[in-house]
């Protein structure tokens, strides 16, 4: 009767550790930032998505900031869509993508990035303008179509 009260305690706490780490990944990616870039580029060049739980900023800049003053736009996000952006991108494949795609802004293709913050951890990818792989299109998707409004 001990060995099967044990074996099942032991078999609970296994499970719950397992569920509590899933969670603990999800829960500490503190921000999620988007940005594109052109090198050979006049006006605003470089534009940036950066969430968090509570908020959303839209940055774009330009090299002439005296002709094109910095954009900035800040806008509250609802815990369901932040929900949302931390479920749309798996940390475990994002971890294993290199920390440059292919070639970005050669010949001023131009270059796109997505960066994830969790607590002090901060991870980078940066990969051919409107080529995403896989792994992040979700994500690229979703910031790109908050960056729109």
Known sequence: MKTAFVLLALSAITL?????SQKTVETTITQI????SFGHCIGYCTHETTATAQTLVHRSASRDEK?????L???NLSAGEWKKLVNAVSIAEFEKLPETIGCPDCADGGAEWIEIQQGSKVQRVTFEFGRSPEALTKIVDLLKAKQKK
């Open 33 to 36: 930032s988007r940005g594109t």
């Open 73 to 75: 736009v800040k806008e």
């Open 16 to 20: 719950f550790s397992c569920q509590t």
């Open 67 to 71: 002709a094109n003053p910095e954009k």
